[in-house]
């Protein structure tokens, strides 16, 4: 258990080094400075350039304007690097190179702001807000809930299929919402995440298309199911996806929002499902630049769980997401995202990260979450979502903080929140690949239905930016409060989180559980 943090973030939940940072120069145009210092007026790259380093992705932040971006691209290429892509409008360049030298280089030329590597060593591992492995639905399940035509159903009926083993539908009123609405098609929630199987018939009637990507490796590519995941295993996205919009069809399962729209863009990488910042900065401008009016973000974008402002690559990697993020907040698209699963304090004094970096071998190392930050859940703007259990409670992996979690939302607990259906099944059960169905738990499973009832929000009041759809998605939170007894699910008389705060606001829970049926209510 890490020490509580003696003072208490603002209830904007901007972290105080981040703040700090954004006015020195998180936004573009603005200067930024380095460990080092600034940079010479005349410095350039070196024209002697070691190419016996592993090829690697770096993120260059620079001034936008185009005299300034086209000097960095050429000094790029004298560093033995090459432009992947150029985000001219947030001075963000995606680039590869060789040269073990190629970010301290990139630093010390006119107009960078910063530039790091995004990754540290061959990839593994992967970084989703899931709890544990899934359990798929019966062969002989999920036959019976997906009929192979819908020609011979007279009419749709008021539950799906398998809906009685969605205890999590019942206890945000999203079943009761459905009926007065089920969100309007003229709204859209990319997920950003593996990648969405569009063909599963419960996610088919209401894909987009058309605000879909594979955005693996910094570019967009919109060719024909592009945004698929790679592998059947690669389920996370699908299973996000159903949450938020499966159709009320007479199929298998209903998502929060039924009648808005989904998107897919994937960012995982197709070997490894690593989560890299340069992925995550073309989803946000993709998002923005094709009308997308919410994102999901059950994951954390690697290697580093937690970025640290006083490290010159993990800095460059907060400056990259940020700035796409923030673009895609200004063009109207608001964000939500996972707390973690690692029952963390992110309000605390400081926090043992022992998973970092997870695409080579981790060091751990204490990091102070007010200099450290998980992203994207930690940006300026991004809803911060926990995990609760069919009782209403904190699940016993999910990450919280006070002043830094926004609102909570089903997520699932297997353990110590058992539900009243037919499975006794504590976790979510939603859409998987090829057409199945199959139950998970985790942060990344709570923001989705953080994000169908900001979809139902934004259908409601369509006209409402992103801040005031934020405000409107606390608004509508039932807030228990901290719980009245120690936090010790497991009965083994160590307290396992400490819930600070009140019942306005408080750590576990931020504003409150979300509430569909009050959103349209």
Request: charged share 20%; net charge negative; with cysteine.
């Amino acid at each position: 258990m890490v020490p509580l943090r003696s003072r208490r973030r603002s209830l904007l939940a901007v972290p105080l080094g981040l703040a700090l940072t954004a006015s020195l120069g998180f936004l573009p145009g603005t200067a930024t400075a380095t460990s080092g210092g600034s940079p010479p007026a005349a410095a350039t790259a070196s024209a002697s350039v070691p190419a016996d380093g592993p090829k690697l992705a770096y993120v260059v932040n620079t001034k936008v304007d185009r005299g300034t971006v086209a000097a960095v691209r050429k000094a790029i290429a004298r560093a033995g690097g090459e432009v992947v892509i150029a985000y001219d409008k947030i001075g963000v360049i995606v680039a590869h190179s060789a040269n073990p030298d190629f970010a301290k280089t990139l630093r010390t030329v006119r107009g960078v702001q910063s530039a790091g590597a995004t990754r540290t060593a061959p990839l593994r591992a992967a970084a989703t807000t899931q709890e544990g492995p899934p359990e798929y639905l019966s062969k002989a399940a999920t036959a019976a809930a997906t009929p192979s035509t819908a020609a011979g159903r007279e009419s749709v009926p008021d539950t799906e299929p398998l809906e009685a083993e969605q205890w999590d539908l019942r206890v945000i009123g999203a079943d009761k919402a459905a009926k007065i609405n089920p969100g309007s098609s003229k709204v859209t929630v990319a997920v950003i995440d593996t990648g969405v199987d569009d063909t599963h018939p419960d996610l088919a009637p209401n894909f987009s298309a058309a605000q879909s990507a594979n955005c693996v490796g910094g570019k967009p590519d919109t060719s024909p199911g592009a945004w698929r995941p790679e592998k059947p295993e690669h389920y996370h996205g699908t299973h996000v996806a159903g949450e938020i919009a499966a159709a009320r069809n007479g199929i298998g399962v209903a998502g929060v929002a039924p009648g808005v729209k989904v998107a897919g863009i994937k960012v995982a990488d197709p070997v490894s499902e690593l989560f890299y910042p340069e992925s995550v900065v073309c989803a946000f401008v993709f998002a923005a630049d094709h009308g997308v009016e919410i994102t999901n973000n059950s994951y954390y974008v690697d290697p580093w769980l937690y970025n640290c402002m006083a490290d010159p690559d993990q800095r460059a990697i907060v400056h990259a997401v940020n700035r796409a993020q923030l673009y895609a907040q200004r063009k109207g698209t608001l964000h939500l995202a996972s707390a973690g699963n690692s029952n963390h304090d992110l309000a605390a004094d400081e926090i043992l990260d022992d998973s970092s970096p997870d695409d080579s071998v981790p060091v751990p190392r204490t990091i102070d979450p007010s200099e450290c930050f998980d992203l994207p859940t930690q940006l300026p703007g991004v809803v911060t979502v926990s995990a609760t259990g069919s009782k209403g409670l904190k699940s016993y992996y999910s990450s919280y903080g006070e002043g830094v979690v926004d609102v909570a939302a089903p997520g699932g607990d297997r353990r110590y929140q058992i539900p009243d259906t037919p499975s006794k099944n504590g976790r979510i059960l939603s859409t998987m690949p090829g057409g199945e169905y199959g139950f998970l738990q985790g942060t990344s499973m709570a923001a989705p239905h953080a994000a169908g009832v900001a979809a139902l929000l934004k259908s409601e009041h369509p006209w409402a930016s992103p801040a005031v759809l934020q405000a409107l998605l606390k608004a509508q939170a039932d807030n228990p409060g901290c719980p009245a007894e120690p936090y010790d699910p497991d009965g083994d008389g160590v307290v396992d989180s400490v819930c600070e705060g009140n019942k306005h606001a408080n750590g576990f829970y931020g504003y409150g559980v979300v509430n569909a049926l009050a959103a349209v209510d």
